[in-house]
């Protein structure tokens, strides 16, 4: 971005934001300034409330390993969702390159299937309803009060499909004061944000919320050959909240969210060379060959290569104090629509084309009754939930006959479209064959019911131990549907046909010594070609299956002095059983993991110091998974079944040693190791490792400069690091860890942080200065080889450069 433009952005910022306080001071010119929370005075951590055991906690008193996200945190990183703060949580890995296609790994654990016949490992939370699948988990923060981040299977308290662990994201709810807020950014690659918050009580009992956003970039990557964006795109979003006291003991909440994303689907790198004089890579690929991406061109042919998202959700919650305790009602509706139409072959050659295209239409529906209520000795938590979604998926490849031909050619010897298009082209027959759209699909429906009951008891056995017992029982119901057709390819087809009623597909066919007609021509596929899907071309298939599922905990906490708590827990995680979305009938059972995990946390310094310490151990069994397999000519997706166990230790600290200093760390460790593995190749796995880094850690700080009349500086830094991936024998043919000539797939990586903010005295004002990625850090993330073994072409997917911005923001 060049200086007029930050300049008049930062003008537009200004501008807005004084019109902003025009409209709001009236409500406002009365209330006293009083000082923000973070401005405090006092030399002890701020009391940290969570809810990660469904009643509200202070987090030194709860036996679970979790890591906790403020809105601090999020606006120091200038993070617009949760895949911008992965980094700075040891252990979970947030693979957001495309936002409607997310998958999340806590603890080494994560799916990496897309297809809506699988469910996710890490369970999405907000406000205590389940987000669902990752088309509609990462969505942008809309006025988050905080994160938990659950580590370790949370089937008693959270349910299916946590079997790694949770991720629990807290909005703020509306309340009786009169505030608001606008704020402003501009940053390099024609970065643009602006956001606001509105809340104001309507009387007494009710008060409505309101958070508005905009946000869009105008991308770092452009085509080499016709110089357009490759990477930019928009996002809007929207958030009402209104809430209601209706009397002394009843309290209703309802929101409602909203959602459009349009942005380029994720950029590919080629990092093959094409030969001069054919144009073509080399075939089959050699993995010594390849090319650095950060040193290749970037190009792509695809029409449309767009990302898009529309999200509508609301929730209604329902709180009712009774004399022996709380019963709280959560009803929530969700839905969305996806479409992802990637590049895979990464060039911009007609004869190598090859884009998938992922659509999906999602609505869920969520139920819980929960009670909750105390006495001297028990806290107890009951309840009964039910979960319904509804899904369509189509997985769509589109080539042309130009590919197809290429294929051909590779695979039988015989560039099968351009021989004819000669021979037509010889006896003067007016067809095309060449250039011509083609589609493959493979359709899928899934109706899927979860009905679950519950309970949680902490026993306060003496002043210092507590024990706590808890059980949850889920069944699944899913309904399924497979339909693959053969190959649209309406314009070759028909001039196929002419050939064919010319007699000189017959005559090819003799001469080759085979058989040849356009029926024939039409019934053959590239994509969807193994066994089974060939088997069922055309054919509808039902599947329908039940799981159930108990899934117990037990804790034990004793509390050695006021400030020291130890602690040990035995707790089960499942993830249900599921669908193969490209093999017909193909259906897996749930996938269980035990856990089991002791402790430490304590106080320290007079509460200035904090620190949490604790090692695990996990077994998982029948995990399964959607593995792309190379041994074939063309790439299958099949599911595969493995055992893992893994071992690890985390720490966190948090130290407050003045009240204008602060500082946090965490660290993460984990050895994870297969116990029985066989690849779909045939590569032997066991005892070796699964990939995931043994070291990874995250520190942050922040220092409050007093500018006594001129108002405050803030100064925050906070860096991530993640080990070096542990690489194993068939790492490289899912293209996610290597070593390479040019570069490396998986090695350590590194991010920094800054951010530095005034504040005005009475903190009205706000202007800020910020750096994500500062020491610009690049990394190779990963390769698109969906076309490697078809044309040889290999893509690299590479992360984000440095991002600077200023930010300027008004709120009374």
């Known amino acids: 971005m060049t200086y007029d433009k930050l300049a008049g952005s930062i003008r537009r910022a200004l501008l807005a934001s004084l019109l902003a306080s025009a409209a709001l001071s009236a409500q406002a010119q009365d209330k006293p300034q009083d000082a923000p929370q973070d401005r405090k005075d006092a030399t002890t951590l701020d009391r940290i409330v969570v809810t990660a055991q469904s009643r509200e906690q202070e987090l030194q008193d709860v036996p679970i390993a979790l890591q906790v996200l403020d809105a601090s945190a999020i606006e120091t990183t200038a993070a617009s969702t949760i895949g911008d703060l992965d980094s700075f949580v040891p252990g979970l890995e947030v693979s957001d390159g495309q936002a409607t296609q997310t998958r999340f790994k806590l603890r080494g654990l994560s799916t990496d299937d897309i297809g809506i016949g699988t469910d996710p490992t890490v369970g999405v939370y907000v406000d205590g309803v389940y987000a669902g699948r990752g088309g509609g988990t990462v969505l942008p923060f809309l006025d988050v009060e905080r994160i938990e981040v659950l580590k370790g299977p949370q089937g008693t308290l959270f349910g299916r499909n946590t079997a790694a662990g949770a991720i629990s994201i807290i909005t703020r709810r ?94 590919s790198i080629g990092i093959v060379d094409l030969d001069p004089d054919t144009g073509l890579p080399e075939f089959p690929a050699d993995p010594a060959h390849y090319r650095n991406p950060f040193d290749m061109p970037a190009y792509t042919d695809v029409a449309g290569n767009d990302e898009t998202r529309d999200f509508d959700g609301s929730t209604l919650q329902i709180e009712h104090d009774f004399e022996w305790g709380r019963l709280t009602s959560t009803t929530a509706w969700r839905h969305y629509e996806t479409m992802n139409r990637a590049e895979e072959d990464a060039t ?76 037509a082209d010889m006896y003067e027959v007016p067809v095309q064959l060449l250039g011509n759209p083609w589609t493959e699909s493979y359709d899928n429906t899934l109706h899927s019911t979860a009905y679950a009951a519950f309970g949680d008891v902490i026993w306060h056995a003496t002043d210092k131990l507590n024990l706590t017992f808890g059980l949850r029982y889920t069944r699944d119901q899913k309904k399924f549907t497979w339909y693959n057709g053969y190959h649209s390819a309406d314009a070759l087809n028909a001039a196929l046909q002419v050939l064919d009623d010319a007699g000189i597909l017959a005559a090819v066919g003799q001469d080759a010594g085979m058989p040849l007609s356009a029926e024939m021509l039409a019934a053959m596929d590239l994509a969807f070609q193994d066994p089974i899907s060939m088997a069922n071309k055309g054919v509808l298939n039902r599947a329908s299956n039940s799981w159930s599922d108990f899934s117990p905990r037990f804790v034990v906490d004793y509390h050695l002095t006021d400030d020291t708590m130890l602690f040990a827990s035995l707790a089960k995680g499942y993830k249900a059983g599921g669908y193969n979305a490209f093999s017909p009938g193909a259906h897996f059972e749930n996938e269980d993991v035990w856990n089991f995990e002791t402790g430490i946390k304590r106080s320290l310094a007079g509460g200035r110091f904090q620190f949490e310490a604790s090692a695990y151990r996990y077994k998982y069994d029948n995990r ?92 925050s830094a906070r860096h991530g690091h993640r080990g070096a991936s542990r690489c194993n024998d068939a790492s490289s043919t899912q293209g996610n860890c290597g070593r390479y000539a040019a570069f490396r797939i998986g090695g350590a990586s590194n991010r920094t942080d800054l951010f530095l903010q005034w504040r005005s005295p009475q903190d009205a004002w706000s202007v800020a200065a910020y750096a994500n990625n500062v020491f610009d850090n690049r990394y190779v993330t990963g390769l698109n080889q969906y076309g490697t073994t078809v044309f040889g072409t290999v893509g690299a997917n590479v992360s984000e450069p440095r991002q600077v911005g200023l930010e300027v923001q008004y709120r009374y």
């Not at 950014?185 to 008060?207: K, V």
């Not at 939930?385 to 590919?403: C, M």
């Open 174 to 267: 509306p309340s009786q004061e009169n505030e608001g807020r606008i704020r402003v950014r501009a940053g390099n690659h024609d970065a643009r944000h602006i956001d606001g918050t509105f809340n104001a009580p309507l009387n007494d009992t009710m008060a409505l919320r309101i958070n508005a956003l905009h946000d869009e970039t105008g991308g770092w990557l452009r085509d080499a050959a016709t110089g357009k964006r490759l990477d930019d795109g928009r996002n809007d979003a929207l958030r009402l909240a209104f809430g209601w006291n209706i009397g002394d003991n009843t309290r209703l909440l309802l929101s409602w969210d909203h959602e459009k994303l349009d942005q380029r689907s994720h950029p």
């Open 624 to 715: 399964q998974a959607i593995w792309l397999d190379t041994s074939s000519a063309v790439p299958r997706y099949v599911t595969n079944v493995s055992d893992l166990t893994a071992t690890g230790a985390e720490l966190s600290a948090r130290w407050f040693p003045t009240s204008a200093l602060q500082f946090d760390f965490n660290l993460g460790w984990i050895d994870s190791t297969y116990d029985r593995y066989v690849t779909p190749e045939g590569i032997d796995l066991s005892g070796k490792p699964t990939g995931e880094p043994q070291f990874s850690y995250a520190l942050g700080g922040s220092y409050r400069f007093e500018l006594n009349d001129a108002g405050s500086l803030t100064l």
């Open 348 to 423: 911009n050659r007609q004869y190598l084309y090859i884009d998938t295209n992922n659509v999906e239409d999602n609505t869920t529906w969520y139920q819980e009754f929960k009670f909750s209520g105390n006495t001297d000795r028990i806290d107890w938590v009951a309840g009964a939930s039910w979960f319904k979604e509804n899904a369509k998926q189509s997985s769509i490849v589109d080539l042309n006959s130009s590919s197809v031909d290429t294929a051909a050619m590779y695979a039988l010897g015989v560039p099968i479209f351009s021989v004819l298009q000669m021979v």
